[in-house]
């Protein structure tokens, strides 16, 4: 109960937003454009609102950030890094902080102006007269303000936060279920919603326009092929990526292991790592963004959402996967995608399944 509510209060103030950009959007299609323009200030008033707040306070962490950053290796040296997980000094890159706040939230509030808008539509399918087209541009900004929040904290420190937080509230198995469904439908609700659903279009007519039909035996079986051939391609990039002194990343591993590891000790957990991916993310970023912000740009922040893979190998393979999820679209619909990204998330979780049980023998 207390997830639902979480969700729930995160995804309002966003879900207000699509909702009024659509209203406005609606009314620029039918003609009444002054009316248009009102909603479109109401819907981005929240934007401007939170971007302004992180500007102003990522600006004021970087001037602070090198007596953070000394707060943090006295913390380091004196060994009490792990006792003092939850401090602000706890952190590898205060500035990088700073800056992922500041830096994103001044092109978020940029990309709400009309010469930003005009230049984004040349270089991608978006509409710069479309407000919706506008808002979601912006909130495109929240991606790396994310990203960058991660890396500056550090994936190392964030793993220790994370067991922190577990050793004083423990979450089971099926809590941690239970919280990846709730988010992956909240991520494919809000792709229904900023479509246009309960605003401007019914919701078959939402469906239709996120790519999501009933698939034929073709197409399934075209998706689980891709999935089946993109494991071993994406085994060889890691190998040659290793080879290069590029490969896998201990902390990233740590990372992905906190977050995810209960799903790969059960078939539940297997299921749920493929077909909670697939119906969310699926949905958002190839069912809803792809059109607009074509294939490249969707993949790209596809694997930048991937937080926990910082910037590494791992996110280079995520937005190669990516790009064959975005040509799946295009040449079939979202549902076969997401017919090929549940079957290779489920394989790697029962290749990793596997893996553990036999080191237990």
Known sequence: ??????????????LFVLVMANMAEKRRIEGRAQKSRKLARIAFAPLVIFYVAAFLAGFDIQQGAPVLGRVAEAMHQAGIREQAAFE?????????????????????????????????????????????????LSLSMLIFINLLATVGVGLGNATDLLQAQEALEPTSTGGTIAMIWLQQIAFALTALVGVGWLTRRTLGEALERLGLVVPTRRQVLLGVGWAFLLIPMIGLIGAVSTFFGVGANPDVERLTEQMLGPLFQSPLGILTLGASAALGEETVFR???????????????????????????????????????????????????????????????????????????
Do not use: C, K
Not at 3 to 14: D, K, R
Not at 105 to 126: D, H, K, V
């Open 1 to 14: 109960m207390a997830e639902l509510v979480q969700i729930t209060v995160m995804m309002a103030p966003l």
């Open 88 to 136: 602000f000094g706890a952190i590898d890159s205060p500035g990088l902080i700073g800056m992922g706040l500041w830096l994103p939230s001044l092109f978020g509030l940029l990309l709400l102006t009309e010469p930003a808008r005009q230049g984004a539509a040349r270089i991608t399918n978006l509409d710069a007269e479309n407000p919706l087209h506008a808002g979601a």
């Open 287 to 361: 069912g809803a963004l792809q059109p607009p912000f074509g294939l490249v740009v969707t993949a790209l922040l596809f694997a930048l959402l991937h937080s926990n893979y910082g910037i590494s190998a791992s996110t280079a393979i995520v937005f190669l996967l990516g790009l064959v999820l975005g040509r799946l679209r295009l040449r079939h619909n979202t549902t076969t995608a997401m017919v090929t990204h549940a079957t290779y998330n489920m394989i790697l979780g029962l290749l990793t399944y596997i893996s553990l049980s036999l080191m237990e023998l």
